[in-house]
Each structure stands twice: as structure tokens, then as C-alpha cells.
């Protein structure tokens, strides 16, 4: 069965992801503490111009304003039973977006992890887990989204959980997780041990890859660990702009545009087909790296 994403990608060999969310969103008033999913619902002209802002700067794909849009993270703010309707939403605004950028950009329905621990170590039971990825990826499909993205997972049981949410949604999915410098994600798991483990997948996804972690070098090392095992799926990398420093009360990413540029070129060489960035990733980066990846012969630096 084809998809979209999976036309895409064979048409023009590599796809360009998006940046920041909560980066972006911070920059245009969002204040610490709060959840960004409400304001699918209570800011929709600002969600409009976060996807357009990937849009407009050469991105195939974005993902939409629903990270933390399951029960588990919204009850935090008493809203878990709006998990439904904010990725719903967040999926019809970047729908609408996507139809109107005059080329085939796909919307791609962010689903981050549940904040708990699964079982044996936690309490969160792999029922339970399966239940709040389907809910949202329910939602997601209903708005409009071409596909499903699993981000910045660090269990490999949570990870397996989110490919049930997604089957029993019927929506198509990529996922990524999250590796820190010693090539590991928080739960211990390998770059390596993640190729195994998606391959081993019943309801698996239709590429998989990095996100987030560390600096932008740091998840190259992770790609090229990825591509060492020789993968039959796409490989995604989503770097962050560099390192978070705390200046005047912000937290700013040290990643220049000229640097992020490089590191899409670099991801590229190592393996990666699906390339965006995560943390500190803004428009300005996008421009360049969309610049960089059309102008720079596949295999040169």
C-alpha cells in the first residue's frame, strides 16, 4: 500500500521536516508552565503561523501542535478528556494549511510520550498506554492528518505501545526517540536495539529516527548507528539548533542557520532521508537547510 509520505520521499529522495514547536511557540507569548495544545482551540491564529512558518520556509512535512495532547499530560491541567478534540484540532488547522501551500506538504500528527513510567518499572500498564496513543491518534486522523508521528519516546515499551494506538486508529505512523550523548535513550536502549526492535514491530512504522536529545553532532553519531544496521525503512533525523544556554531570562539555542544547514547535509551523508530540526529550530534555520539540501550534491559536504 503506498502513502504519501512514502510517494514523497521516492519523487524527491530526501524530505525536508520542520523545526520547533515550543520554541516557536514560546517566541509568540506562550509562557512557561502552560500547555501549548490549548491553544489549538484558544489561539488558532498563532497555530496557523507556526505551520506556515515551516511552510513558507521549504518544509514537506510539519508536525501539528498535539505533543502532550493524551490524557496522561493534560491532566496536569485538568483536560485529560480533551485529548481527543485538541489533536483533532490541531490536525484541521495544519490540514488546512497544508491544502493551501500550492504543493504536497504533508501534515504529520505529533505524538509525544505519556510523561509516566510503563510497568515493570512504573505503573503505567501497557493497556492503559494504548489506550491514550489511540485516543489521540484518533483524534489526529479525524482532523486530517496524513500520518502519525511518535516523538522523543525513550522506553522501548512505550514505543511498542504508541504502534498498537496507532493500528487500532488506522493511522499510518513514523516514530522517533531520544538519545543522549553516550548513544542511549534515557530507558538504556541503543540506536542499534531501536533497529531491531522497529523491524520486530507487527503494526510497524513507515520510517523511524532521532529526535531531540542533545546537540545536532550528537545525533549524527545516532543516524550513523542507525545506518549501520542497514535498515529497510527511512531513517529521520530531527537535530536540535545546538546547545540551550540561559540568556536574559530565556533559554536560546546557540545553532546558527548557517550551522543547522550544515548538519542537514551532514545527516544526510550518514543516512538520514527524512531531515528537520527539534529544539531552537526556527524559520530562518529551515530556509537554509532547504537551501542547503537542493543546492549540495548527495555525498558532499
Same mark, same amino acid.
Given at each position: 500500500m503506498t502513502h504519501i509520505l512514502s510517494d514523497l520521499l521516492s519523487e524527491k529522495g530526501t524530505l525536508l521536516a520542520d523545526g520547533a514547536t515550543g520554541t516557536n511557540l514560546f517566541n509568540m507569548g506562550l509562557m512557561s508552565g502552560d500547555a501549548p495544545e490549548f491553544w489549538n482551540t484558544d489561539e488558532p491564529k498563532k497555530i496557523v503561523a507556526l505551520y506556515k512558518g515551516a511552510?513558507? #520556509?521549504? =518544509?514537506?512535512?510539519?508536525?501539528?501542535?498535539?505533543?502532550?495532547?493524551?490524557? =496522561?499530560?493534560?491532566?496536569?491541567?485538568?483536560?485529560?478528556?480533551?485529548?481527543?478534540?485538541?489533536?483533532?484540532? =490541531? #490536525?484541521? +488547522?495544519?490540514?488546512?494549511?497544508?491544502d493551501r501551500a500550492g504543493r504536497k506538504v504533508i501534515v504529520a500528527g505529533s505524538v509525544g510520550p505519556t510523561g509516566e +513510567?510503563?510497568? &515493570?518499572?512504573?505503573?503505567?500498564?501497557?493497556?492503559?498506554?494504548?489506550?491514550?496513543?489511540?485516543?489521540? #491518534?484518533?483524534?489526529?486522523?479525524?482532523?486530517?492528518?496524513?500520518?502519525?508521528?511518535? %516523538?522523543? +519516546?525513550?522506553?522501548? %515499551?512505550?514505543?511498542?505501545?504508541?504502534a498498537e494506538g496507532f493500528a487500532r486508529a488506522g493511522l499510518p505512523w513514523c516514530g522517533?526517540?531520544?538519545?543522549?550523548?553516550?548513544?542511549?535513550?534515557?530507558?538504556?536502549?541503543?540506536? %542499534?536495539?531501536?533497529?531491531?526492535?522497529?523491524?520486530?514491530?507487527?503494526?510497524? &512504522?513507515?520510517?523511524?529516527?532521532?529526535n531531540c536529545g542533545t546537540g545536532a553532532s550528537d545525533l549524527l553519531r545516532t543516524v550513523l548507528g542507525f545506518a549501520a544496521k542497514e535498515p529497510k525503512l527511512p531513517i529521520i533525523a530531527k537535530g536540535n539548533a545546538g546547545i540551550p544556554k540561559y540568556v536574559d531570562g530565556h533559554i536560546h539555542?546557540?545553532?546558527?542557520? %548557517?550551522?543547522?544547514?550544515?548538519?542537514?547535509?551532514? #545527516?544526510?551523508?550518514?543516512?538520514?532521508?527524512i531531515i528537520g530540526g527539534c529544539c531552537g529550530t526556527m524559520p530562518?534555520?529551515?530556509?537554509?537547510?532547504?537551501?542547503?539540501?537542493?543546492?549540495? &550534491?548527495?555525498?558532499?559536504a
Open positions: 511552510v513558507d #520556509a521549504g =518544509s514537506d512535512l510539519f508536525l501539528t501542535n498535539s505533543f502532550g495532547a493524551n490524557a =496522561s499530560r493534560l491532566k496536569l491541567h485538568d483536560a485529560a478528556k480533551r485529548a481527543h478534540e485538541l489533536s483533532r484540532v =490541531s #490536525a484541521e +488547522i495544519g490540514r488546512e494549511v497544508a +513510567i510503563m510497568e &515493570p518499572v512504573g505503573t503505567l500498564s501497557h493497556a492503559l498506554a494504548v489506550e491514550m496513543f489511540h485516543e489521540t #491518534a484518533d483524534g489526529l486522523k479525524e482532523g486530517g492528518a496524513d500520518v502519525g508521528w511518535l %516523538e522523543t +519516546i525513550s522506553a522501548p %515499551e512505550e514505543y511498542r505501545a504508541a522517533t526517540m531520544s538519545f543522549d550523548t553516550a548513544g542511549r535513550t534515557m530507558m538504556g536502549l541503543t540506536s %542499534e536495539g531501536m533497529v531491531d526492535m522497529v523491524e520486530e514491530l507487527e503494526d510497524g &512504522p513507515l520510517a523511524f529516527g532521532a539555542y546557540d545553532g546558527t542557520p %548557517e550551522l543547522m544547514a550544515q548538519y542537514a547535509v551532514m #545527516a544526510r551523508n550518514c543516512g538520514a532521508s530562518e534555520h529551515l530556509r537554509l537547510m532547504r537551501e542547503a539540501l537542493d543546492t549540495t &550534491p548527495k555525498g558532499s
